[in-house]
Nanobody, 121 residues
Framework: VQLQASGGGLVQAGGYLRLSCAVSGRTFSNYPVGWFRQAPGKERELVAV????SGPYYPDSVKGRFTISRDYRLYLQMNNLKPEDTAVYYC???????????????????WGKGTLVTVSS
């Protein structure tokens, strides 16, 4: 399974970006998928996930601003961006059908190379 995220860049606070992730090597729509981020000096954070058993999950830090979706690619629409959203963003997928809380704590099986998002104040 291979994933490749794209769409990062520099944006001013209050702006928006749409990240995209290409997935190959599996039937993409059948498995959990998610977006994570890691800022310098901070732990990895789950920002959006679609599991097989429920609708999308978002932590409070991005709820109402970020939207995850997929067709033949995985997307993350990020609106009203804040400087604290600055991080490297990764798309990921998993072979198991586990909960959002599990993925938030342990991550997923397969990861793509990240794309950098920088939000200026």
């Amino acid at each position: 399974v291979q994933l490749q995220a794209s769409g990062g860049g520099l944006v001013q606070a209050g702006g928006y970006l749409r990240l995209s992730c290409a997935v190959s090597g599996r039937t993409f729509s059948n498995y959990p998928v998610g977006w994570f981020r890691q800022a310098p000096g901070k732990e990895r954070e789950l920002v959006a996930v679609i599991t097989s058993s429920s609708g999308p999950y978002y932590p409070d830090s991005v709820k109402g601003r970020f939207t995850i979706s997929r067709d033949y690619r995985l997307y993350l629409q990020m609106n009203n961006l804040k400087p604290e959203d600055t991080a490297v963003y990764y798309c990921a997928t998993d072979s198991r059908y586990l909960s959002a809380s599990y993925y938030a704590k342990y991550g997923m099986d397969y990861w793509g190379k990240g794309t950098l998002v920088t939000v200026s104040s």
